[in-house]
């Protein structure tokens, strides 16, 4: 009998094996199919494009998290609460489109026009929906690592123009600092320097080097816990 088990324990290890090492990551917001292919590569990590897109706003998130919204592969229906549960690794990325599409931006005659306050308000819509999103996730998946991303400067304006918007950049992490600060076991990642990096190696990309951030923030997440 004891031959028996032992047999049976051997047929089913690499299952076990396998099903340990099956982590999935949940990418959701302001991402686009490069950057979660890297993050598949780098993080070794199973994960899908199902409830992102580029320029993504805080508001579309929240109706798919509120909603509990549905995305359809090959016929099959995968609702945001299954993945959402299923998730070893959730990463966030939303604010900075939250703002931009209300402002006049032309970057090559280094224009940067805006309304202080439509901005003041688009950041305190921001916080209320980043506040539940995080909320929302936290209730569905109490277990997950959740990552934060900050928003970055993505323009190349001379000065005053650089200044100022650098100062919009930190309202909007302001904004999401203050949304999660009330949460455990959520990481904020700044991307503050992404800019002056991708100028000091040519051969990077902004998507490459992006999951490359994660890949590090979450090794060196996963070594201190």
């Not at 090959?74 to 609702?79: I, L, R, V």
């Amino acid at each position: 009998m004891k031959k028996a088990y032992f047999g049976l324990f051997i047929l089913l290890l690499p299952i076990l094996v396998s099903c340990n090492e099956q982590k999935k990551f949940l990418a959701l917001g302001n991402f686009n199919d490069e950057t979660i292919t890297n993050l598949k590569a780098l993080l070794n990590m199973d994960g899908n494009n199902y409830f992102v897109s580029e320029n993504m706003q805080s508001g579309e998130l929240f109706k798919i998290v509120d909603s509990n919204a549905s995305y359809y592969e090959n016929g099959k229906k995968h609702p945001f609460y299954v993945e959402a549960s299923k998730a070893k690794l959730i990463l966030i990325n939303v604010g900075l489109y939250d703002v931009i599409p209300s402002m006049e931006i032309k970057e090559d005659e280094n224009i940067l026009n805006y309304d202080d306050n439509l901005l003041n308000k688009q950041l305190e819509v921001f916080s209320y929906h980043m506040y539940h999103i995080i909320e929302e996730v936290r209730s569905i998946n109490n277990k997950a690592d959740i990552f934060v991303l900050s928003a970055y400067n993505i323009f190349n304006f001379e000065k005053p123009e650089e200044k100022l918007f650098n100062n919009i950049v930190k309202e909007v992490n302001d904004s999401i600092n203050d949304s999660i600060k009330d949460f455990d076991n959520i990481k904020y990642i700044s991307l503050v320097d992404m800019k002056n990096q991708l100028k000091e190696d040519a051969s990077l990309t902004p998507n490459l080097l992006l999951a490359d951030i994660i890949r590090s923030h979450y090794n060196e997440w996963c070594r201190n816990k």
